[in-house]
């Protein structure tokens, strides 16, 4: 068991079995390389590349082209957005206070559930300086990506946790829309998007503002 205490509501903690962690803007502060792919990809089809960007974040790179430009749904689009974002490497650095988090973590009380693969997954980690965690799950091994609850359900199970036991840390809506529909509270960090566009039961800034510790046993 953990408990946990967040800035906006001082005083108190609360209680779960796992946090269950986004990559993207939540861990890993990857926006540079995430945002120069994206550009570069409207450009070529004269695209508005603030409009994707607004529904981008948190979302598997098929979902988003389907979502602004369907007739580009390709095979040859995705391999051009694949090998862009792993050869990309600027700018890739862990959000403040995540890596002391993850570190005083035990492997069973968290997981990384994210809408990228698996290879660029560990890339960002990598680079970050960021443990790999014993329950990673990534785009290519799940079927439907956020704001669909698979990928936390999945980490949950793995975990051998019951989701209502789980709270999720997220950056975007539809990562917390995931979380919110897999029956799990949401801690939103405030790195993407504001905390008007993030309905979670609590906010943080940065890790440094999260404190977590394993719960004594009774």
């Given at each position: 068991m953990l408990t946990f205490s967040v800035p906006d509501h001082p005083g108190r903690s609360f209680a779960c079995e796992a946090l269950l962690f986004d990559m993207d803007g939540t861990l890993v502060d990857s926006r540079k390389c995430v945002e120069r792919t994206?550009?570069?990809?409207?450009?070529?089809?004269?695209?508005?590349?603030d409009e994707l960007l607004r529904i981008s974040h948190g979302r598997q790179n098929h979902d988003t082209i389907q979502m602004v430009a369907p007739h580009l749904h390709t095979a040859e689009e995705l391999a051009f957005l694949t090998r862009a974002e792993e050869?990309?490497?600027d700018g890739v650095v862990a959000v403040r206070g995540a890596a002391g988090l993850l570190r005083g973590l035990a492997p069973g009380h968290w997981a990384v559930v994210t809408s990228a693969w698996r290879r660029l997954a560990e890339i960002r980690l990598d680079l970050a300086d960021l443990p790999i965690p014993r329950v990673l799950v990534t785009a290519d091994e799940i079927q439907r990506g956020k704001p669909d609850p698979e990928g936390y359900l999945s980490a949950a199970e793995l975990l051998g946790v019951d989701p209502?036991?789980?709270?999720?840390?997220?950056?975007a809506p539809a990562g917390v829309a995931a979380g919110r529909a897999a029956g799990m509270r949401v801690i939103g960090v405030t790195t993407t998007f504001g905390r008007d566009r993030l309905e979670c039961e609590w906010h943080i800034d940065h890790f440094d503002a999260l404190t977590v510790r394993a719960a004594e046993a009774p």
């Open positions: 994206w550009r570069d990809w409207c450009a070529r089809h004269r695209l508005d590349g050869e990309c490497r209502g036991a789980c709270v999720v840390v997220e950056d």
